[in-house]
Each structure stands twice: as structure tokens, then as C-alpha cells.
């Protein structure tokens, strides 16, 4: 046997820190066009209406590379998969920088979506390796670093962009995606695949657990309604803070992404709830916190003082529901945990797609008091599935 085989197969506190900063810094890939839409726009001499575009391809793509590539991680050797994946999104990022035209951009931009999954596949393979005690604490820590970098890619991105351009920051994630595969080759431990199915059974048991777990379905209701809301108000953020009377530039606004890394440190100990049993009591204190929120972001539209206390809540609330979501549905399998990840990053995403398509809308429609309204809305039906499925539906039957 040799010697990576024999490492314990036990998420160590080094261990989980790189996964949380590999995790963050492969789904941060995602957002570092958001804070820079009207800086993009004018470098490629597109519409700012259809630089949104960006932010609705890399959704789309991910949620497709999702779909494509996690389940692998139930049948295929993480320990090759993950660095492999890392690698290809990093010559996606290459394309993206490289990009002379804006629909180059789109194109390349959707490919390094479909790519970046490595965080997705990290956080399945957290919760196989943990003791069972502290899988939430442990998918709770990768998650949230997953959810920082979400936040810190807009503030780098904003202060990378102003200095030295915005094809600069693709480059320099390409290059850290190069640096966290070699790390993680050399971290993981060498786990034997959990089953054996041919490709197009593993992608049609996606499916399957979704239609036979009724706690899967109602679970990934209240998620893809949460990314949504999330992906709309960070969207609509950057159409609000770019136009009077803030008028700020892409540096500042990606500086607001530090507000909602307090909310993510606020939010890091929901998975040390779901392990002492109080997953639905917080999940619906998570929801009130969102409905009052945008409440509060109505009146914030000539603040900045009122948004970036929007911004802590908003992001404290729904990144504390995300490791809620995310944990309940791995306690559902063992064996498909990363087929049941597929199932809620999919949905993730799908939401977060239709959040950023209905952002350029609702500004259009009615700017940000019909962006707050609609986030109002969204919450309380939220509420109201979590009302009704607490009873029994979100309630996970032990196996």
C-alpha cells in the first residue's frame, strides 16, 4: 500500500482550510466580473444591459458543469478528479483574460463556469472525511469559506480592476488554480470510488434521489429560492452603487463585498446547529432575518449606512441557510453525497441564474424599491414552504 493511501482519511483543521480556500477560490471565479459590469462595458463597447449577460452565463454554466462533472465524485478518484477540474478552469480563466471581443467574453466565460466545480466536489468529500459528530462544523467551515470567497472575488476584483485592468484578475486567478491543485494533490488522501454505475446512470440517479427523497425536493425549494434572492441583490447592488447619487467606482463597490464577509463570519456556526439538532428552528429565524432585511434595504437606496448594514444581514442570513440546506441534504446519504450536491448546487444555480436575468428587469422596471419588493416577496413565500415543511417535510428520516 503506499504511502498516500495509509494518511488518515480525517479532515484535519489544515486539511479543511484548504478545502475552505480551494472551495472559495474556485467558486469565486464566478463573480469576478459582477462589481466590474460598466468597466467591461466600456473596455469591449457593449451595453451595460448586456454585460448582465456575464453574470447570467457563468450561473448558467455552472449550474450545466455541475450537473456534468459533480456526480463523478460518487464513482472516480477524487484525489485525480479535483485537481484535474482546478487545471481546466484555469486555462478557461486564460480565454477570459485573452478575450478581444464581448462575445469572446461570453463564450469564454460560460466555458470557465462550466469548469470551475472543484469547490463542489470538495464539499461532498468534507463530509465523507469527517467524524460524524463534527459534520457540520466541518461542511459548515468548507462552506462558508466557499460563501467568502463568493464576497472577497467583488472586492478584489474591484481594487485588481482599477489598478491594472480587468483582464489582470483572470490571469491572477488561472494562476492560483494552478497552486491549489498541486497543493490539493498532495493533500488528498487516495479514496477507493463509493459505487460503480456507467455515466448515464450516475447523471439520471440525480434525478432519482430528487424524485424518491421528499425532503431533497423541499430542501432544494427553499435553496434555489435563497440563491436567487442572493444573486439578485448583489446583482442589483452594483447597478445601485454605480448610478447617483453614490456614483462610486469599481474599487469602492467591490469593497462592499468586506460588509458581507462579516455576515459570512456571523453565519460560519450554522453547521454546529444542524449537530445539536436545531437545523429547522434556525432555518426559519434565517428566513426572518432576510424578510426584514429587505424591509430595511427599501429605505436604503440614498444611504450608505443603511446598505451596508443590508449587506451584513442579507449575507449572514442566507449563507447561514446555505450550510443548513447543504448539510440537511447530506445527512440524507451517505453513498450520493456528491449525486445529492449535484442536486442542490444545481438548483443553486439555476436559481442564481434566474436571480441576476430577473435583477436587469425588475432595475428596469422600477429600480431598487422593485428590486427590495421582490426580494420581500420571495422571502415570505420562503417562509411559508419552511412553515408547512417543518411539520414533516424537511424533517430528515434517519436511514
Known amino acids: ?13 489544515g486539511l479543511t482550510f484548504l478545502f475552505a480556500v480551494a472551495g472559495g477560490a474556485a467558486v469565486g471565479n464566478l463573480y469576478w466580473a459582477q462589481p466590474l459590469l460598466d468597466f467591461i462595458a466600456a473596455d469591449l463597447h457593449a451595453a451595460t444591459a448586456s454585460a448582465g449577460l456575464l453574470v447570467t452565463a457563468t450561473q448558467v454554466g455552472y449550474a450545466v458543469g455541475i450537473l456534468l462533472f459533480v456526480p463523478l465524485g460518487d464513482v472516480l478518484n477524487r484525489r485525480r478528479l479535483i485537481p484535474v477540474m482546478l487545471v481546466v478552469s484555469a486555462v478557461m480563466l486564460v480565454l477570459c483574460a485573452l478575450a478581444p471581443t464581448f462575445g469572446l467574453l461570453l463564450g469564454a466565460i460560460t466555458l470557465m463556469g462550466i469548469t470551475t466545480v472543484a469547490g463542489q466536489l470538495l464539499t461532498p468529500l468534507a463530509g465523507d472525511l469527517a467524524d460524524p459528530a463534527r459534520r457540520g462544523h466541518v461542511v459548515g467551515a468548507v462552506t462558508s469559506g466557499i460563501l467568502t470567497g463568493i464576497l472577497l ?37 487516495d479514496l477507493e470510488p463509493k459505487t460503480r454505475l456507467p455515466y448515464h446512470r450516475l447523471i439520471v440517479s440525480v434525478f432519482s434521489s430528487i424524485r424518491h427523497e421528499r425532503v431533497v425536493r423541499w430542501t432544494l425549494a427553499l435553496s434555489c429560492t435563497g440563491f436567487a434572492i442572493f444573486t439578485m441583490f448583489w446583482t442589483s447592488l452594483t447597478f445601485l452603487l454605480s448610478a447617483p447619487p453614490f456614483d462610486y467606482p469599481v474599487s469602492v463597490i467591490g469593497l462592499f463585498g468586506l460588509a458581507g464577509l462579516t455576515g459570512a463570519l456571523a453565519a ?11 437545523s429547522l428552528p434556525a432555518t426559519g429565524i434565517g428566513w426572518v432575518v432576510i424578510l426584514l432585511s429587505f424591509g430595511l434595504a427599501w429605505f436604503a437606496g440614498r444611504s450608505v449606512v443603511l446598505v451596508l448594514l443590508v449587506v451584513v444581514l442579507v449575507d449572514a442570513g442566507m449563507q447561514g441557510l446555505n450550510i443548513l440546506n447543504q448539510t440537511r441534504i447530506f445527512a440524507v446519504s451517505h453513498e450520493a453525497r456528491s449525486r445529492l450536491n449535484t442536486a442542490f448546487v444545481t438548483g443553486n444555480f439555476v436559481g442564481g441564474a434566474i436571480g441576476s436575468a430577473a435583477a436587469s428587469v425588475l432595475w428596469s422596471a422600477g429600480e431598487w424599491r422593485a428590486v427590495c419588493l421582490a426580494g420581500m416577496v420571495a422571502s415570505a413565500v420562503a417562509l411559508a414552504i419552511w412553515a408547512v415543511g417543518r411539520r414533516g417535510a424537511l424533517v430528515v428520516t434517519p436511514s
Open 1 to 13: 500500500m503506499s504511502g498516500v493511501k495509509a494518511r488518515p482519511q480525517v479532515m484535519t483543521p
Open 268 to 278: 460560519q456556526r450554522a453547521g454546529r446547529l444542524h449537530d445539536r439538532g436545531w
Open 153 to 189: 472575488s467583488r472586492t478584489i476584483s474591484g481594487l485588481v480592476a482599477e489598478f491594472a485592468g480587468w483582464r489582470t484578475i483572470f490571469l491572477a486567478a488561472s494562476v492560483l488554480a494552478l497552486v491549489l491543485a498541486l497543493l490539493l494533490y498532495r493533500a488528498l488522501p
